[in-house]
């Protein structure tokens, strides 16, 4: 055996496998996408235009385990937030001004998310 020092690392497993089920759990932020899909349907509900409120009654969260969504069912919801120039029908956007005013609390909650499982991550 050649002569000098040796040193043994130990940890590696550990850490290995704590990397290995954070790159799972942040693959799969089921939490975190429910509560911005949450969220964002708040504020959508809020700026959607009345008449019958048929049109907010319809937005819902709809979390997906790759994102967050967030739906408006109604056949004309598309119409409403793009206009219709076809029809005449002017542009009156609740859904994008929604993502844009809560993108704060929603990025908030995924820094969170991923801070939490990086602080699980242990070993070396």
Do not use: C, W
């Not at 089921?30 to 319809?58: C, M």
């Not at 609740?94 to 809560?102: D, G, H, I, Q």
Request: charged share 20%.
């Amino acid at each position: 055996m050649p002569e000098g020092v040796r040193f043994k690392l130990d940890g590696f497993s550990q850490l290995s496998s704590s990397l290995h089920s954070a790159a799972d759990d942040l693959a799969h932020m089921d939490r975190a996408n429910a509560v911005a899909s949450d969220i964002v349907t708040a504020d959508a509900r809020g700026r959607a235009p009345r008449l019958t409120g048929a049109l907010a009654a319809s937005i819902a969260a709809a979390p997906e385990s790759d994102g967050a969504a967030v739906v408006a069912t109604v056949a004309y919801a598309g119409v409403i937030e793009f206009g219709s120039p076809r029809r005449n029908i002017a542009a009156q956007p609740y859904m994008r001004p929604a993502v844009e005013a809560t993108e704060q609390q929603y990025m908030t909650t995924y820094t969170d998310e991923v801070q939490t499982v990086l602080n699980r991550v242990r070993g070396a």
